[in-house]
Protein backbone atom coordinates (compact mmCIF):
# COMPACT_ATOMS: atom_id res chain seq x y z
CA UNK A 1 0.00 0.00 0.00
CA UNK A 2 1.58 3.58 -1.10
CA UNK A 3 2.65 5.83 1.71
CA UNK A 4 0.23 8.42 0.71
CA UNK A 5 -3.03 5.83 1.10
CA UNK A 6 -1.65 4.41 4.86
CA UNK A 7 -1.08 8.19 6.08
CA UNK A 8 -4.70 9.20 4.73
CA UNK A 9 -6.39 5.35 6.40
CA UNK A 10 -4.38 5.82 9.72
CA UNK A 11 -5.69 9.67 9.46
CA UNK A 12 -9.43 8.90 9.10
CA UNK A 13 -8.98 5.94 11.65
CA UNK A 14 -7.87 7.89 14.39
CA UNK A 15 -10.20 10.95 14.04
CA UNK A 16 -13.17 8.56 13.70
CA UNK A 17 -11.75 7.27 17.16
CA UNK A 18 -11.36 10.84 18.89
CA UNK A 19 -14.95 11.54 17.81
CA UNK A 20 -16.46 8.37 19.12
CA UNK A 21 -13.97 8.58 22.59
CA UNK A 22 -15.60 12.00 23.21
CA UNK A 23 -19.10 11.46 22.41
CA UNK A 24 -18.85 8.51 25.06
CA UNK A 25 -17.34 11.02 27.80
CA UNK A 26 -20.22 13.26 26.78
CA UNK A 27 -22.72 10.41 27.31
CA UNK A 28 -20.69 9.36 30.26
CA UNK A 29 -21.30 12.37 31.44
CA UNK A 30 -24.98 13.08 30.59
CA UNK A 31 -26.27 9.98 32.57
CA UNK A 32 -24.12 11.26 35.67
CA UNK A 33 -26.58 11.61 38.57
CA UNK A 34 -24.49 14.96 39.48
CA UNK A 35 -25.42 15.87 35.66
CA UNK A 36 -29.01 14.53 35.76
CA UNK A 37 -30.04 16.44 38.94
CA UNK A 38 -28.47 19.97 37.93
CA UNK A 39 -30.54 19.55 34.78
CA UNK A 40 -33.89 18.08 36.45
CA UNK A 41 -33.34 21.59 38.92
CA UNK A 42 -32.98 23.80 36.57
CA UNK A 43 -36.44 22.73 34.67
CA UNK A 44 -38.19 22.75 37.79
CA UNK A 45 -37.18 26.59 38.61
CA UNK A 46 -39.42 28.96 36.83
CA UNK A 47 -37.52 32.17 37.61
CA UNK A 48 -34.51 30.41 35.21
CA UNK A 49 -36.64 29.02 32.61
CA UNK A 50 -38.16 32.68 32.17
CA UNK A 51 -35.09 34.33 31.72
CA UNK A 52 -33.88 31.41 29.06
CA UNK A 53 -37.56 31.27 27.60
CA UNK A 54 -38.49 27.90 25.79
CA UNK A 55 -37.76 25.53 24.51
CA UNK A 56 -34.83 24.86 27.10
CA UNK A 57 -31.32 22.99 25.18
CA UNK A 58 -29.16 21.46 26.82
CA UNK A 59 -25.87 21.55 24.99
CA UNK A 60 -22.49 19.62 25.15
CA UNK A 61 -19.88 19.63 27.40
CA UNK A 62 -16.74 21.70 26.43
CA UNK A 63 -14.48 18.78 27.43
CA UNK A 64 -11.10 20.67 27.20
CA UNK A 65 -12.62 23.34 30.07
CA UNK A 66 -10.23 23.33 33.11
CA UNK A 67 -13.98 24.49 35.03
CA UNK A 68 -15.28 21.00 33.73
CA UNK A 69 -13.74 18.48 36.61
CA UNK A 70 -15.35 15.12 37.49
CA UNK A 71 -13.70 12.81 40.51
CA UNK A 72 -14.04 10.19 43.22
CA UNK A 73 -16.20 12.36 45.25
CA UNK A 74 -16.68 15.91 43.22
CA UNK A 75 -17.69 16.83 40.65
CA UNK A 76 -17.99 20.67 38.86
CA UNK A 77 -19.58 21.52 35.49
CA UNK A 78 -20.57 24.09 33.30
CA UNK A 79 -23.17 22.90 31.47
CA UNK A 80 -24.33 25.11 27.88
CA UNK A 81 -27.69 25.80 27.93
CA UNK A 82 -30.11 27.74 25.80
CA UNK A 83 -33.73 28.81 25.38
CA UNK A 84 -35.25 31.13 22.85
CA UNK A 85 -34.53 34.53 24.67
CA UNK A 86 -30.88 33.95 25.94
CA UNK A 87 -28.65 31.26 26.49
CA UNK A 88 -25.78 30.77 29.91
CA UNK A 89 -23.84 28.27 31.60
CA UNK A 90 -25.50 26.18 34.10
CA UNK A 91 -22.66 25.53 36.91
CA UNK A 92 -22.85 22.89 39.20
CA UNK A 93 -21.10 21.41 42.10
CA UNK A 94 -21.91 18.29 43.18
CA UNK A 95 -20.08 15.65 45.68
CA UNK A 96 -20.26 12.50 47.46
CA UNK A 97 -18.91 10.89 50.53
CA UNK A 98 -17.34 8.25 48.87
CA UNK A 99 -17.17 6.11 45.72
CA UNK A 100 -20.08 3.96 46.44
CA UNK A 101 -21.64 6.57 47.80
CA UNK A 102 -24.82 8.58 46.04
CA UNK A 103 -23.92 11.87 44.75
CA UNK A 104 -25.85 15.57 46.27
CA UNK A 105 -26.24 18.59 44.89
CA UNK A 106 -24.06 21.65 46.69
CA UNK A 107 -24.60 24.32 44.68
CA UNK A 108 -26.03 24.96 41.09
CA UNK A 109 -26.34 28.50 39.30
CA UNK A 110 -27.31 29.89 35.98
CA UNK A 111 -25.31 32.56 34.67
CA UNK A 112 -26.58 34.14 31.35
CA UNK A 113 -24.55 35.93 28.62
CA UNK A 114 -25.09 39.15 29.94
CA UNK A 115 -23.71 38.13 33.42
CA UNK A 116 -26.93 37.96 35.39
CA UNK A 117 -27.01 34.80 37.53
CA UNK A 118 -29.86 33.20 38.93
CA UNK A 119 -29.43 30.51 42.00
CA UNK A 120 -31.39 27.54 41.22
CA UNK A 121 -30.22 24.92 44.31
CA UNK A 122 -28.05 25.42 47.53
CA UNK A 123 -27.69 22.46 49.76
CA UNK A 124 -26.79 24.93 52.94
CA UNK A 125 -27.83 28.60 53.60
CA UNK A 126 -25.58 31.45 55.34
CA UNK A 127 -26.84 30.29 58.53
CA UNK A 128 -25.91 26.61 57.61
CA UNK A 129 -29.89 25.62 57.31
CA UNK A 130 -30.79 23.72 54.67
CA UNK A 131 -32.10 24.81 51.68
CA UNK A 132 -34.07 23.02 48.79
CA UNK A 133 -34.70 25.71 45.92
CA UNK A 134 -34.28 29.92 45.69
Known amino acids: M ?16 FAIVYYLIQKF ?14 QSHPEAQEALGPPLNIHY ?14 AK ?20 GGPFQRWHLDEVFLELKDGQQIPVF ?7 DEVKKE
Not at 29 to 42: D, F, I, M, P, W
Not at 122 to 128: A, D, F, I, M, Y
Open 2 to 17: PLGARILFHSVFYAGG
Open 29 to 42: HSRGLYYKLAVEQL
Open 61 to 74: LKLIDRENFVDIAD
Open 77 to 96: LKIPVSGSKSEGLLYVHSSR
Open 122 to 128: KLRGENG
